[in-house]
């Protein structure tokens, strides 16, 4: 979802729901009316409303777009944003642009600018924070967040290593992966 759902649509559409992955496309209200034609506030205000009013999993996607939201500064802001109004386990994941309709004249977004804001998003708190549309094992895999070990191993759609126990805590010592199992 784009988080745009209001009022009563948002609150019978999050009842019957288990989970949720909201686009935060960019932290910058300009971003937002120039290239989606809407509101940042709308689509915070949305966020949440699923964390704190709902029972609903909640992850985060943004797609970085170079020159658009890609800078330290726009990162570091959504990142400490999503650690205070949030909380630091809600998965956060930075994905590759690749030129497409509209922007053609975009570049792709590297792999090194994804790693540079993973980087930056976890120094501000986030303990899950990922990379996608790439082929990255490392930083697209669940690490434990308190001994480091590896949960769940993915490049790209493939899966590989499993360290999670029975009840979905870590193999190595047991702390719980947050997440619905």
Not at 3 to 23: I, K, P, S, T
Not at 49 to 69: A, D, M, S
Request: aromatic fraction near 10%; hydrophobic fraction near 40%.
């Amino acid at each position: 979802t784009a988080g745009y759902v209001q009022g009563q649509a948002r609150e019978d559409l999050f009842a019957v729901m288990q989970a949720a992955n909201v686009d935060l496309k960019s932290f910058n209200e300009n971003f937002y009316r120039r290239l989606c034609g809407g509101h940042l506030a709308d689509v915070l205000e949305t966020l949440q409303y699923i964390k704190h009013q709902t029972q609903v999993w909640l992850e985060i996607t943004t797609l970085l777009i170079p020159g658009e939201n890609d800078s330290v500064a726009e990162i570091t802001a959504l990142s400490q944003w999503l650690v205070e109004n949030l909380g630091p386990e809600v998965p956060l994941h930075f994905s590759a642009f690749h030129p497409n309709y509209r922007m053609n004249d975009t570049p792709s977004t590297s792999i090194a600018s994804l790693l540079t804001a993973r980087k930056i998003a976890m120094n501000q708190g986030l303990h899950y924070v990922y990379v996608g549309n790439v082929h990255n094992r490392q930083a697209a895999s669940t690490w434990c967040h308190n001994c480091g070990a590896l949960l769940i191993e993915r490049d790209w759609y493939q899966l590989g290593v499993w360290g999670l126990d029975q009840r979905g805590g870590c193999a190595k010592c047991g702390m719980m992966l947050p997440g619905i199992i």
